[in-house]
């Protein structure tokens, strides 16, 4: 039997762990990402690196594209080196990136005027689980696309919950999901500034709170990395400025009141201007004024 392939473009923290997830399933997995070391730095435990979106689009019946967003999804497949064009009729194109559902709808027309197939595929669960194979997708395509596209999908993710029958419906549960991820990392961080703020123990209040009815997976996750005051980006501040804008962007559009977004966007726009856009989003926390954050240990 011939050995699968599959191409993914983009090797950051989720993109890495689902090309070695793809890779641990049997695929034979080519890979592209704008920093050429990082795609050398995978194949040389097996694989195959190239320099182009369009390089790796000859080889594959399947490309994932794991990149921020849907900017750097249009240079993936029509920039210069783009893969649009190389892709072979019949190929699916799976799109990763939380995007606007508007765009991803918008897409999809434009890879079947190429003959290409296309999956509304946004991901959830951080690096750790793409590095084992448990994220989650929240996926719609049309069935020709699911046909094409199944084995990966089924290779890549824990879960992958099929949503409907054209793209849209994926990209629309994502941001739902992070309407939620974000309005909670912002209520975790005030809420752990409001303890620091009246003399709790910051490893002390992560304690009780872990272990009590007010825990969410989000304070557990993101309080972690201020206790341990380590702001290394694993989800950066600016990506919840820009999810938290597609989520308020969208309620715009049928005026539906979203109060609590709105609040934590404005939170994540505060933390990026004053200077933390880079660092992980639990550095929402550093907008608080008059309190002493736990300083990383060297």
Known sequence: MTTPTVGVIGLG??????????RHNGFHVHVCDVRFEAAQAFAADGGTAWRTPAEVAAQVPVLVSVVVNAAQTEQVLFGDGGAAAALKPGSAFIMCSTVDPNWSIALEARLQALGLHYVDAPISGGAAKAASGQMTM??????EAYAV???????MAGKVYRLGDKAGAGSKVKIINQLLAGVHIAVAAEAMALGIREGVAPDALYEVITHSAGNSWMFENRMAHVIAGDYTPLSAVDIFVKDLGLVLDTARASKFPLPLAATAHQMFMQASTAGFAREDDSAVIKIFPGISLPEKQA
């Open 13 to 22: 923290a989720m993109g890495a762990g689902i090309a070695k997830t793809l």
């Open 149 to 155: 596209a199944n084995p990966v999908l089924d290779a």
């Open 138 to 143: 929240m996926t719609s395509a049309t069935p």
